[in-house]
């Protein structure tokens, strides 16, 4: 069975995740825990801890269990108490850490409940924070903070060097694919790379390295970005050019859709294969647009990842 690991954090690699889940591929989640606003964000300042909001969005996404159940770990409380919008997810996986001492330990435990296809990695068992480098020479502090001060980002570092665990670097040396995405580039994506030895690791492995591009900018880290400035900026924080293929969407987002996200400060990226020199470019229609909104759809996008597995392995 051909072993996959995906890279990133956020909404995106749990959709990217749902759909992989479901072909015959043996799937690691390498997940950020940068992440410092709402229930996460409490939870960290209260228990320094890494932050757990990103890995039960994983859990969730690789589980195959009861909806009842999903809907129980996602479940937000509404009080007017301590509680308040807490995730019950995020309480267990908090829970889970004091009484392991360790993240790792933690998603084991719970991928048992959930009954987990694949496995799922913090970077980090460290108490991970962002922070911004800009092209006007600011720095900011904070993962939330970063993408919120809507200035061009020049690139992005920990305020304390942090390990990768060791578990990842096994994961990416037997890789047949890593994937990178789908997620916001700056504080989904790049932050699991912000180590030597996870640098070193992703430059040694004989694997391919795909991108799998977000189909709109976000404002504070893409703005104006076409794929090739997201692959450079991948590349970039690695220290060498790694990405062997991207996916990129293709489908029309409707000039509606757009007036609302220029309303966001956002458009459509551009798949600019004249700036991609030397890599493979896979153009396919993979998002939905539903409730005014543009998402990738999980079937087509795990599809278009395995074939290109299976027939890069012929």
């Given amino acids: 069975m051909k072993k996959v690991v995906v890279i990133g954090g956020g909404t995106g690699l749990s959709i990217l995740l749902r759909g992989l889940k479901l072909f015959p591929i043996d799937i690691t989640a390498v997940v950020t825990v940068a992440d410092d606003g709402s229930s996460t964000g409490v939870l960290r300042n209260e228990f320094n801890i890494p932050a757990v909001g990103d890995l039960r969005n994983v ?60 496995r799922i990695l913090p970077f980090t068992e460290d108490s991970a924070h962002l922070v911004g480098y800009m092209k006007d020479g600011s720095i900011v502090y904070g993962e939330e903070n970063i993408t919120k001060a809507g200035k061009v980002i020049d690139h992005i570092g920990y305020q304390e060097e942090v390990k990768v665990i060791p578990e990842v670097i096994k994961a990416i040396n037997d890789a047949d694919l890593i994937i990178f995405g789908i997620g916001s580039l700056y504080t989904s994506i790049i932050p699991n790379v912000l180590n030597d030895d996870m640098r070193k690791a992703l430059i040694n492995s004989k694997a391919k390295k795909m991108y ?39 489908k029309y987002v409707d000039v509606d859709i757009q007036k609302l996200y220029m309303e966001e400060k956002a458009t459509p990226i551009v798949i600019d294969e004249e700036n991609l020199k030397g890599i493979e470019v896979i153009k396919e229609e993979l998002v939905n647009i539903t409730n005014k909104q543009v998402r990738h759809n999980y079937i087509k996008t795990a599809l278009c990842v395995f074939t290109y597995l299976m027939r890069d392995s012929e």
Avoid: W
């Fill in 59 to 118: 859990l969730v996404s690789l589980s195959e269990v009861e909806p009842l159940v999903e809907k129980l770990f996602q479940y937000r409380f509404e009080t007017d108490s301590d509680l308040n919008h807490h995730a019950l997810g995020n309480l267990l996986l908090t829970a889970l850490y004091n009484i392991t001492g360790s993240l790792t330990e933690s998603l084991k435990a719970l991928s048992k409940i959930l009954n987990i296809k694949g």
């Fill in 212 to 250: 799998i591009c977000n189909a709109m900018t976000q404002h504070g880290e893409t703005d104006g970005y076409k794929v090739s400035d997201c692959v450079r900026a991948i590349n970039k924080h690695v220290g060498k050019d790694i990405i062997d293929v991207v996916l990129a969407n293709t």
